[in-house]
């Protein structure tokens, strides 16, 4: 009798558990979801051709975010092309060379202590160290966004690197292959994987940042080359976004743009997924 009245509590139990945990997934993707359709609803039909053609114009009341795209797409380059070699780096340094366990453990406390950090400090540190060398500019903002995504790049590329087997280092030194040589041949064409996923999630996370940006990078309207651009203000969609909702008003231009920067974190999460599932193809074959 004690065995059954067990038996039936632990059912219970169990029935419970996958009960609310059913109830957690469905207002989970129901959340989502609304999220999605609601924002899409509102924004898609604003989206038009003029709109995201042209600048702004005072003169004519015209409403244009062109200047907001090609600034997002100077600030993610630019950004890029800082945070990988020294996210990389720093990685393969800490994985392959660095002997000293502890120090190893500090650093990497250090990068994940970085990386729940609020973005309004790392604004308001940006603004302090890059806004008031070099002033108000794209290029400051993408400094500021260099030191936000560094723990991700650096910790992604990590675990990416601990994947590779042993042996196959172990294999390559037995052919005399020096140290670099083994990391550069055999160590990275293996992790390259984690390198492109942490690289697309710091691109989700460039492309949705604009508390850092408002101290850093500013919010002007203007159309400029790549070199001018990183050296003049300029808003990105985010910041944009901000602008138009909270500053002028225009809810409409304001949905549209999120409605593109919610198709374009759907697609740089699709693209992980499909990295991710390339790679780990190309490791069974």
């Not at 250090?110 to 070099?134: K, R």
């Not at 040589?181 to 390198?195: A, E, I, K």
């Not at 990105?236 to 909270?246: D, E, F, Q, W």
């Amino acid at each position: 009798m004690l065995n059954q009245s067990l038996s039936k509590k632990r059912k219970s139990f169990e029935v419970l558990m996958k009960a609310l945990m059913a109830v957690s997934v469905g207002l989970t993707a129901a959340l989502v979801l609304f999220l999605l359709v609601y924002v899409l609803m509102r924004g898609i039909p604003n989206i038009t051709w003029e709109l995201l053609s042209s600048k702004p114009s005072y003169l004519t009341e015209r409403i244009g975010i062109l200047p907001d795209i090609l600034n997002t797409v100077y600030i993610v380059l630019a950004t890029l092309l800082l945070v990988l070699p020294l996210g990389v780096g720093a990685a393969i340094y800490l994985t392959e060379y660095a002997s000293n366990k502890k120090v190893v453990g500090i650093i990497e406390y250090a990068a994940e202590t970085l990386s729940g950090i609020p973005s309004i400090i790392y604004g308001l540190v940006g603004m302090l160290l890059f806004s008031n060398s070099m002033g108000t500019c794209l290029m400051a903002g993408a400094l500021t966004l260099v030191i936000m995504n560094l723990p991700t790049i650096m910790r992604t590329t990590q675990e990416s690197l601990k994947t590779v087997p042993q042996s196959y280092r172990e294999g390559a030194f037995g052919l005399g292959a020096g140290k670099w040589r083994v990391v550069r041949t055999v160590v990275l064409p293996g992790c390259v994987d984690g390198v492109i996923t942490g690289c697309i999630l710091s691109v989700g996370r460039i492309l949705g940042e604009s508390a850092a940006l408002l101290f850093t990078a500013g919010f002007a309207h203007a159309v400029n080359g790549l070199i001018d651009g990183l050296a003049a203000p300029g808003a990105t969609l985010t910041v944009a976004l901000y602008v138009y909702a909270k500053e002028q008003g225009e809810f409409g231009v304001a949905f549209a743009i999120a409605a593109i920067l919610m198709v374009l974190t759907v697609l740089i999460n699709f693209a992980a997924s499909l990295v991710q599932k390339y790679f780990a193809k190309r490791r069974s074959l």
